[in-house]
């Protein structure tokens, strides 16, 4: 199928779709897609997953989708892209250079510990890359540089500890992203597994198999002078 073709086989998806309610507005339609589809494949993985089940929650046709996003894989690649943009868009507007290093590392942790219970979605999505490897994000052109972001923003509340005397030196702001993840991830990922050996966890609720200021003092401890020192 051509260009011209296939362009007006999308005209006339979307002029169905606007006579079924839907309005014909491409970025809009793509974020439904997305919003979609992070839960189909967050449930099911990439190969569970199913673009008729997609298509028939957004209204719209798998020929629609393909056009938008290329091929499954495509549409797997961009919801994981949009679910670290949209992490690292939240962290962007958490002002952590306005507060006092300790400060900003407790609000960095809470933020995250907050995010991940509730947005399971994204955990299951990473678990899921995990799983192949990181085969999709290799593809991905943009999602080194997104986290790179993150990982600025860890070394400078981190520098600022250590000049203040308020941090020990030596540790690198990978590390300390790193033991964020760890026990953040851990928290979600092993929910159902750690809850039925030990008794500890109601499935029905949102995971918290670590309490949230258990989380923030073993970060602060981490990379705090101890008190002895």
């Known amino acids: ?14 002029e169905s779709a606007g006579r079924e309610g839907r309005t014909n507005d491409p970025a809009r339609t793509m974020a439904e897609i997305l919003e979609v589809a992070t839960h189909e494949f967050a449930d099911k993985g990439l190969a569970g997953a199913r673009i008729d089940e997609i298509a028939a929650a957004t209204r719209t046709s798998k020929r629609m989708i393909y056009y938008y996003f290329g091929s499954k894989d495509g549409l797997y690649l961009a919801v994981l892209e949009e679910a670290y943009r949209r992490m690292r868009s939240i962290e962007a507007d958490l002002h952590l250079d306005d507060l006092a290093p300790a400060a900003a590392l407790r609000r960095l942790v809470e933020f995250t510990y907050d995010h991940h219970r509730d947005n399971e979605d994204f955990i299951r999505l990473v678990m899921s890359e995990n799983i192949h490897r990181a085969e999709y994000l290799r593809q991905s052109k943009g999602i080194r540089q997104l986290n790179v972001k993150a990982i600025d923003s860890i070394r400078g509340l981190y520098d600022r500890g250590v000049v203040q005397g308020v941090f020990r030196p030596g540790l690198d702001p990978l590390d300390i992203h790193a033991v964020i993840s760890a026990l953040t991830v851990f928290n979600v990922s092993n929910r159902y597994t750690f809850g039925t050996i030990f008794d500890r966890d109601d499935p029905k609720t949102k995971a918290e198999t670590l309490q949230r200021e258990q989380v923030v003092q073993l970060l602060l401890r981490f990379v705090e002078y101890a008190k002895n020192e």
């Open 1 to 14: 199928m051509n260009q011209l073709v296939h362009s007006e086989a999308i005209a006339r998806d979307d």
